[in-house]
């Protein structure tokens, strides 16, 4: 059932929960989520970068594809689909192209300039019914082509940004995306705390849920995260199944080579890894 990100966001933030977002890069991505969701009756949120989007054809080719497996597969559960890390004009692209939830990220330009363009974009985003995320510091390390610092959000910016009528906000705390290096210092809590209080409980996300060990993220969530986004994860456990269907030969027996069987094991790779986050996350059961 797609929907926009809000009510969802709403219900974990008083539920003291953190919805998933889980991205994905091709069918075998989207179905494995869309089911391991239905199969534990759980609200989910479908990332897409804008990298993600040109790889499978474009944003339009996207939301038809999860619009129609969404039908196909009697999805019950709330699915949001969700640019991630957009640019002012891939957001509005996506808005066009029949998302249901995009994320403006301005964390790059001056407070001005992102207050300016987030403000434009909440209201096109509220005219179609969609949900806008906005985001104030940096995620740390680079996903798909958009690098940041990892600089630690300011309170008085991210009330600036959530004062403008946008559904959810990602704030820098210290994550990374991609692998956390050995000598990570952890999540910052006390800006989390500060952040928390200065933006109205609005629901906030954390990015770069790879790496972050579960009590970090049972903090977090106390603290005021509503979404966690996960994607390296995924695509480990997607390549390290599909190494080993491979190094065992099995793509040359019978007809093992065929993409269906080949792609099968990491798609089953998928669907244990958003099993384990959703029931680290407390959405089971919450659709």
Known sequence: MLVNATNMLLKARDGHYAVGQ???????????????????????????????????TGF?????????????????V????????????????????GF???????????????VAKTTELVALAHDHGLS????VGSIGGEEDGVIGMGEVADPAQCAMISS????????GIGNIHGKYPANWKGLDFDALDKIHAATNNIPLVLHGGTGIP???????????????????????????????????GKDV???????????APGAEAIKATVREKIALFGSANKA
């Open 60 to 76: 339009k080719t996207v939301a038809a594809m999860v619009k129609a497996m969404d039908e196909s597969l009697g999805i019950t």
């Open 164 to 171: 403008l009528g946008i559904d959810f906000l990602a704030a």
């Open 100 to 114: 249901t939830s995009i994320m403006f990220d301005g964390s790059h330009y001056d407070i001005e300039e992102n």
């Open 22 to 56: 889980f991205n994905i890069n091709n069918l075998e991505w989207t179905k494995s989520i869309l089911l391991t969701a239905q199969e534990l009756n759980s609200p989910v949120i479908l990332g897409v970068s804008e990298g993600a989007g040109k790889y499978m």
């Open 214 to 248: 579960d009590d970090m993220i049972k903090k977090a969530i106390s603290l005021g995260v509503s979404k966690i986004n996960v994607n390296t994860e995924c695509q480990l456990s997607f390549a390290d199944a599909t190494r080993k269907y491979i190094e065992a």
């Open 132 to 135: 806008i995320e906005a985001e």
């Open 253 to 263: 027996q019978g007809k093992g080579y065929d993409p269906r069987k080949l792609l």
């Open 78 to 97: 709330p699915v949001a689909l969700h640019l991630d890390h957009g640019t002012y004009e891939g957001a509005k692209a996506c808005v066009a192209a």
